[in-house]
Structure formats: C-alpha cells, structure tokens
C-alpha cells in the first residue's frame, strides 16, 4: 500500500524557507506524488505535483529524489498565510482511491 | 460553476433522522471523490465514482451511508439513521482524468454535519 509518512507539525518565521518532507516507501512506479493545502473550514487545495527530480511552480517546489521513496515540498519565504495543514498524496493501488495521511500543521510565527 | 459546489454549507440533525448531502462537480469532470474529514485529523477516503460507476465504495463506514451519481454529474452522498460519530465534514472533489488519476483534485468547501 501507498502509505505516506509526515511529520505532525512544524513551526517556521515569515519569510523563512520551509521543506516539508513525506515518506512513501512502497511507491508504485506510475504514482505520481502530490501534495495539497487545506486551510481551516476550506477543502484542500492544490500545491504541486511530481513524478521525479524537480518541479517548480509559482507558490513551491517539489524534491522528488532518485529511488522516489520520498519526496519534500519547499515553500520559499513563507508567510503568515502559508499557516495551514499540507498533505502529501499517492495514489492507491492506481485505482483511482487517494489516501489522505495526517498532515503537517505548518505553523508561520511574526 | 466555475468550481465544485457542496450543499447545504451546514446541516445540523437529530441522532436518527436521515440526511442527504449534495456535490455539483466541475462541468464535464469524470472522477468524482466523497471524504470525511473529522475535527482535526485528515480527510477520510469514502467512496469513489467514474462518470455514473461508484468504482470504490470501501472507504463508508457502514451500510448507513450511500452514495449515487445517476447521470454521471451531480452526486447526492445519503446518511441513514444519523449517530453522533457521524458528525464531521463531509468534502466532495472531482477530478478531469479518470481511473488512474493522476491529476489534480478540486475541492469543495465542503458540508458541516452536526447530529444532536
């Protein structure tokens, strides 16, 4: 089973980086990896998403290394918005059934 | 809509009563995804449908809980016989890419459910 390890939370200041990483041993070789935010009282929302090495968007990166048993989200210089859970996702079994872990409360400080 | 529309927003029942949660999806988007999220842990897989096909049911917790999406759009999520662990928010999502899916999921705000 795709099953994706987090830390539980993370503390950061406004305008530091912040890399998040999950773990994801038992990754299938077509999954992608995604990763999405959820803001309290809101539904997830989208960051990025990767298969291997590096992708870049406008609001973060994703590190996805060689043996792609983990992967880390890298917000630059977060702000005090950037406090929110993040969650990273596989796919289950390719069936189409993706599986939120725990998250990472992300917590930005002044 | 230009996004994925839940209602009702809020839904407070009595332990016992049915209720009956509804999702528009993105016009044309084929996957369709329903999770329960409790106070503060992650969303909960329930179930999950292609087009009209509920391909994954094993995410509901018991027989209580339904789910349809006759013509392959809007998809009404039915809870029988409310108890109060029912109680969470319930998100829908929807997807453009099909069974694999390896594409992006849009949310909605989701449907607050207390059962008294």
């Known amino acids: 089973l795709a099953k994706t390890t987090q830390p539980i939370s993370m503390d950061s200041y406004e305008g530091q980086e912040v890399n998040i990483t999950c773990s994801h041993n038992?990754?299938?070789?077509?999954?992608?990896i995604t990763w999405y935010q959820q803001f309290p009282s809101q539904g997830p929302r989208f960051i990025i998403q990767?298969?291997?090495t590096k992708v870049t968007n406008e609001v973060a990166s994703l590190f996805i290394p060689a043996d792609r048993k983990s992967s880390t989200l890298s917000l630059p210089r977060v702000s005090l918005s950037d406090t929110a859970v993040y969650y990273c996702?596989?796919?289950?079994?390719?069936?189409?059934?993706?599986?939120f872990g725990q998250g990472t409360e992300l917590s930005v400080k002044p | 809509g230009a996004g994925v529309s839940q209602s009702p927003r809020y839904k407070v029942a009595k332990r016992g009563q049915d209720v009956a949660l509804r999702c528009d999806p993105i016009?044309?988007?084929?996957?369709l995804f329903w999770y329960q999220q409790a106070l503060g842990q992650g969303p909960e897989f329930l179930t999950y449908?292609?087009?009209?096909?509920?391909?994954?049911k094993s995410g509901l917790p018991s027989d209580r809980f339904f789910a349809e999406r006759p013509e392959g759009s809007v998809s009404t999520l039915k809870i029988q016989r409310t108890q109060q662990e029912d109680s969470a928010v319930y998100l829908c999502?929807?997807?453009?890419?099909?069974?694999?899916?390896?594409?992006?999921?849009?949310f909605g705000e989701g449907s607050r459910l207390t059962v008294l």
């Open positions: 999502a929807s997807s453009s890419l099909g069974h694999k899916n390896t594409g992006e999921l849009f």
């Open positions: 038992n990754i299938a070789t077509n999954d992608y």
């Open positions: 990767g298969y291997k």
């Open positions: 996702l596989v796919p289950f079994n390719q069936g189409g059934k993706l599986i």
């Open positions: 016009s044309g988007h084929v996957s």
């Open positions: 449908f292609q087009n009209e096909a509920q391909l994954d």
